[in-house]
């Protein structure tokens, strides 16, 4: 079982933010913003590549109201899901960061700026 999975039949606890039947957010381990928090189907998909358009129209609906829960859906927020290996996917279980609480970083500029190595 993954280790998602695991916060989700509570064998591991997670500092839990929001739930509902079919999907649960809780906090990041290592924040990288003021707000982080993970996003999650409680049913085990692998990535965003393998998810069914039905469980993201119920996720698109629960980010945005975990997302009014911690006060950011009118200051504004990140959400990324990092897919697969080039993506930077750690844990093989679907999950969005919901990034916020601060003015995150992004360059707009268009000179030399790639995010690939
Ligand atoms: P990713 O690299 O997109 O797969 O992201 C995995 C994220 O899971 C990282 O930001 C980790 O900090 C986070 N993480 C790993 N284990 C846990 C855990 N037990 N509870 C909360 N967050 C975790
Ligand atoms: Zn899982």
Redesign the pocket.
């Known amino acids: 079982m993954c280790?998602?999975c695991k916060?989700v039949n509570k064998e591991?606890q997670?500092?839990i933010v929001h739930e509902s039947e079919h999907f649960l957010a809780?906090?990041?381990?290592?924040p990288?913003a003021p707000i982080?928090i993970?996003i999650i189907p409680k049913q085990h998909v692998d990535c965003f590549q393998e998810v069914g358009a039905e469980t993201m129209s119920g996720m698109t609906t629960f980010i945005q109201e975990v997302a009014s829960k911690v006060g950011i859906d009118n200051t504004g927020y990140r959400l990324?899901?990092?897919n697969g290996e080039d993506?930077?996917?750690?844990?093989?279980h679907l999950?969005f960061?919901l990034l916020g609480g601060g003015k995150l970083i992004w360059d707009h500029s268009h000179e030399d700026a790639h995010n690939f190595i």
């Open positions: 280790i998602f916060i591991i997670g500092n809780f906090n990041d381990l290592y990288k982080h993970l990324v899901t990092n993506g930077g996917q750690e844990v093989r999950h960061h």
